[in-house]
């Protein structure tokens, strides 16, 4: 399965719990296995240690998890990375099967859980729906697929059983993440350095995409797009609709080509410079060009550098304040599950020298 895959069936989960734990709810003799892998490449040396696992690596209430699978996950999970070759030695490439089990063995107890969780065709082609539109194209979307080894049926299978876990996910934080105004305030008092900004220009922007190797025809019909959208804006056609019709950007149909609120730094220079010269309400004269393509660029909003006051900061605090109530109370439910449930891993125990320090 692609990177993209990958990461889309995780972001789709509304719950966000079971695939976006705080590193808290992992085992310390597990570290990230982004990390891990950083620190391989980093070391350099030989190719990868084969490690002999045995079959099956786990058994979570009777139910066996395969060395094959594992191992399947795994090389996923490096592939995903874009470090397939890394050079991972006999203990790093252990620590990482770890990692990777762990998730598996609470995937396999949150999907018992979630067996008799209604998933309406609705919910399914929704978020199928929402998925397809994080690509340009449905062409563009169906080589993705291909490229993954998936057919549809099976995508929209594990499409399914996301829906099924997060919904179930779901009714275990219901109604317990509740947070107040009180408690915004209290951690607005104790945090209010973290609310200082720099200067913010908020916009949007639609995008015309070129690859790194574009040729100079392939550049000039992006840029010949750009201009061609900025004559429909100048003509008076809405932003955001256009942004929905003819941007490239992934997720672009959603949010009309909308960017918020950001400092400078943390767009590419080209498009920072032109966004923060342009004045609240304008639009690109010419298009934007930067590394990934053609911008047209409207500016709708700009805030000075200062602090934002408890207003400003109430709802993204609050906010804040559930997820972190979610993630605990999952936790707490994962914890309970682990303990009830008959868990056996073959997989030898982490060596002093993994443990973590006191």
Do not use: C
Not at 329 to 343: P, T, Y
């Amino acid at each position: 399965m692609t990177k993209r895959f990958i990461t889309l069936l995780s972001i789709i989960l509304s719950a966000g719990l079971l695939h976006a734990q705080d590193s808290s709810s992992k085992s310390s003799a597990t570290p990230d296995i982004q990390k891990m892998i950083s620190d391989a490449v980093a070391k350099g040396g030989a190719s990868s240690s084969t490690v002999a696992l045995k079959d099956p690596v786990a058994v979570v209430n009777g139910d066996k998890i395969s060395r094959a699978d594992l191992e399947k996950a795994f090389n996923e999970a490096l592939g995903a990375s874009g470090q397939a070759n890394a050079p991972l030695t006999a203990d790093q490439k252990m620590q990482g099967y770890r990692q990777i089990l762990d998730g598996m063995i609470m995937e396999k107890l949150v999907d018992k859980q979630a067996a008799a969780v209604k998933v309406d065709k609705a919910d399914v082609d929704a978020q199928l729906a929402k998925i397809k539109s994080q690509f340009p194209s449905e062409e563009v979307f169906q080589a993705e697929m291909k490229k993954s080894g998936l057919t549809m049926d099976q995508f929209v299978a594990n499409l399914s059983k996301s829906i099924r876990q997060s919904k179930w996910m779901q009714s275990q934080v219901a109604g317990k993440d509740s947070v107040t105004e009180a408690d915004a305030k209290k951690f607005y008092d104790a945090n209010t350095k973290e609310f200082t900004n720099p200067d913010l220009v908020k916009a949007s922007h639609i995008l015309f995409r070129t690859a790194p190797d574009a040729t100079a025809a392939q550049q000039k019909i992006a840029e010949n797009k750009a201009k061609a959208a900025i004559v429909r804006v100048n003509k008076g056609e809405a932003f955001d609709k256009l942004a929905s019709e003819l941007s490239e950007e992934p997720g672009a149909a959603q949010r009309g080509g909308d960017l918020g609120y950001f400092p400078k730094d943390k767009m590419v220079p080209e498009f920072a410079d032109a966004a923060f010269a342009q004045k609240v309400g304008t639009v690109s004269v010419t298009p934007v060009k930067t590394k990934f393509g053609y911008h047209v660029i409207k500016v709708t909003d700009k805030k000075p550098a200062g602090t934002a006051s408890f207003d400003e900061a109430k709802a993204q605090i609050i906010q804040f304040l559930q997820a972190q109530k979610r993630r605990d109370i999952f936790k707490g439910v994962m914890q309970e599950l682990r303990q009830a449930a008959k868990i056996e891993s073959t997989l030898p125990a982490p060596t002093a020298a993994m443990a973590p320090a006191k």
